[in-house]
């Protein structure tokens, strides 16, 4: 399926100049894109890595992200966990609760039998450490700012256009990949070309995002403190301090969110762990729309979503990122064990699409079913919920079970992508 040229677009089309073939087109180098393509830097393939926003601006996005252990696995198999590390905040504490009900849930490094229970980035570092690693990679090739306007597969191969973003000269190219590779965020225009729908809901939740700086070292702990009006995280940064994603009604989150510093602190304060100690001042606030969302296919011909344009979840738990490092784990793997005349070959993306597809849905049902659990105030859903807490806190088995699933360790995990490809 394509999409119809711009007339400013089609005019340019004659001179179009034709971009060297490549096996792997990844469009999109958000921290998904960028990892994939740090994960066949050293694979032989001839990688394009397409992306339509200039980077310093994308590095300037205000977001920060928990990274579970599953992920650090990964990072660790590309080799680029070494590099990443300087600018991690690794935690060792994870305290679950339930609004003022005093019983807590308290996870700790030895139920998973790891250093850290996770650890927090935020994404400026890693989309600036991955692309600081991409530079060195001879066989990485990057576009940007362009844009893919069409995708149409001919025989063994995509036809991708693309137009530049450069508004001064406007230019238009073809390239040629065995594999184009969607990373391009939720609204993927690509997934829409390519007639792959979405399947999902928007919630009636916005979550406000700010940074806070505390005026003394705390405990190095993430907090996920679940109110009725929605969950709220909390995560340690560098620097005294914390980044929070406080999950309230659509109205009031956008309300909140326009309050001034103080305003806003006064606001904050009471749904915060005394433990955090003195704000002294708050980030720019932002604010985005909570969603489930899963595309019905994770392929099509010579072509795969992966990440944000794949699924989306509600941000409780904080899964969002990691889903999508996972989908390029297993990609990676894929890849690399396919025959290169096979990649992009229908057979082998669609089972990649089956042990994504259902891996993802388990994730998304679960961080669904914690926001309906736990922003409610039925009374018998409430007793309920604390009666979980309580045996979460009571059998250690249990307690050990939940936090490999929202770690990501429970699922089986893909072997090393990191080998080299003869070619």
């Given at each position: 399926?394509?999409?119809?040229?711009?007339?400013?677009?089609?005019?340019?089309?004659?001179?179009?100049?034709?971009?060297?073939?490549?096996?792997?087109?990844?469009?999109?180098?958000?921290?998904?894109?960028?990892?994939?393509?740090?994960?066949?830097?050293?694979?032989?393939?001839?990688?394009?890595?397409?992306?339509?926003?200039?980077?310093?601006?994308?590095?300037?996005?205000?977001?920060?992200?928990?990274?579970?252990?599953?992920?650090?696995?990964?990072?660790?198999?590309?080799?680029?966990?070494?590099?990443?590390?300087?600018?991690?905040?690794?935690?060792?504490?994870?305290?679950?609760?339930?609004?003022?009900?005093?019983?807590?849930?308290?996870?700790?490094?030895?139920?998973?039998?790891?250093?850290?229970?996770?650890?927090?980035?935020?994404?400026?570092?890693?989309?600036?450490?991955?692309?600081?690693?991409?530079?060195?990679?001879?066989?990485?090739?990057?576009?940007?700012?362009?844009?893919?306007?069409?995708?149409?597969?001919?025989?063994?191969?995509?036809?991708?256009?693309?137009?530049?973003?450069?508004?001064?000269?406007?230019?238009?190219?073809?390239?040629?990949?065995?594999?184009?590779?969607?990373?391009?965020?939720?609204?993927?225009?690509?997934?829409?070309?390519?007639?792959?729908?979405?399947?999902?809901?928007?919630?009636?939740?916005?979550?406000?995002?700010?940074?806070?700086?505390?005026?003394?070292?705390?405990?190095?702990?993430?907090?996920?403190?679940?109110?009725?009006?929605?969950?709220?995280?909390?995560?340690?940064?560098?620097?005294?301090?914390?980044r929070v994603v406080w999950t309230l009604p659509h109205?009031?989150?956008?309300?909140?969110?326009?309050?001034?510093?103080?305003?806003?602190?006064?606001?904050?304060?009471?749904?915060?762990?005394?433990?955090?100690?003195?704000?002294?001042?708050?980030?720019?606030?932002?604010?985005?729309?909570?969603?489930?969302?899963?595309?019905?296919?994770?392929?099509?011909?010579?072509?795969?979503?992966?990440?944000?344009?794949?699924?989306?979840?509600?941000?409780?738990?904080?899964?969002?990122?990691?889903?999508?490092?996972?989908?390029?784990?297993?990609?990676?793997?894929?890849?690399?064990?396919?025959?290169?005349?096979?990649?992009?070959?229908?057979?082998?993306?669609?089972?990649?699409?089956?042990?994504?597809?259902?891996?993802?849905?388990?994730?998304?049902?679960?961080?669904?079913?914690?926001?309906?659990?736990?922003?409610?105030?039925?009374?018998?859903?409430?007793?309920?919920?604390?009666?979980?807490?309580?045996?979460?806190?009571?059998?250690?088995?249990?307690?050990?079970?939940?936090?490999?699933?929202?770690?990501?360790?429970?699922?089986?995990?893909?072997?090393?992508?990191?080998?080299?490809?003869?070619?």
């Open positions: 399926m394509t999409s119809a040229f711009a007339p400013s677009e089609q005019s340019l089309v004659a001179s179009a100049q034709e971009l060297p073939a490549v096996d792997v087109a990844i469009v999109g180098a958000g921290i998904v894109g960028l990892s994939l393509a740090c994960a066949l830097r050293n694979s032989g393939l001839a990688i394009a890595l397409i992306e339509a926003t200039p980077y310093r601006r994308e590095n300037t996005r205000g977001q920060a992200y928990a990274l579970h252990q599953g992920s650090r696995y990964f990072f660790e198999g590309i080799g680029v966990w070494d590099k990443l590390m300087p600018h991690v905040q690794p935690f060792e504490v994870v305290q679950l609760s339930d609004a003022d009900c005093p019983l807590m849930v308290d996870f700790y490094p030895q139920d998973l039998g790891t250093a850290a229970v996770g650890y927090v980035a935020e994404h400026a570092a890693i989309a600036e450490t991955l692309q600081g690693i991409l530079e060195s990679a001879s066989n990485v090739t990057l576009y940007c700012p362009w844009r893919v306007v069409t995708n149409e597969v001919q025989g063994d191969r995509a036809q991708l256009t693309l137009v530049s973003g450069d508004p001064t000269e406007a230019k238009v190219a073809h390239l040629a990949a065995r594999l184009v590779v969607a990373a391009d965020g939720g609204k993927s225009p690509l997934r829409q070309q390519m007639g792959i729908e979405p399947k999902g809901w928007k919630y009636p939740q916005s979550c406000v995002v700010a940074t806070l700086d505390v005026a003394h070292p705390q405990p190095v702990m993430a907090y996920e403190r679940f109110w009725p009006t929605g969950p709220m995280g909390v995560l340690p940064l560098p620097e005294n301090r914390y109205p009031e989150a956008e309300a909140v969110a326009a309050l001034d510093d103080r305003a806003f602190l006064a606001k904050l304060q009471p749904y915060l762990d005394p433990q955090m100690g003195e704000i002294t001042a708050v980030s720019d606030r932002f604010v985005f729309p909570a969603q489930f969302m899963q595309v019905n296919s994770y392929a099509a011909d010579r072509f795969v979503v992966i990440g944000d344009a794949a699924h989306r979840c509600h941000p409780v738990g904080g899964q969002g990122l990691n889903l999508g490092l996972r989908d390029v784990w297993n990609l990676a793997q894929q890849i690399l064990a396919t025959p290169l005349e096979e990649i992009g070959d229908r057979h082998h993306l669609m089972q990649f699409h089956r042990q994504r597809w259902w891996q993802n849905l388990l994730t998304l049902a679960f961080t669904d079913f914690l926001n309906r659990l736990f922003s409610n105030t039925w009374w018998p859903l409430v007793a309920g919920r604390r009666c979980g807490l309580w045996l979460l806190r009571t059998v250690s088995p249990l307690k050990r079970l939940v936090l490999r699933f929202m770690a990501g360790l429970l699922l089986p995990l893909p072997t090393n992508c990191q080998f080299p490809r003869r070619r």
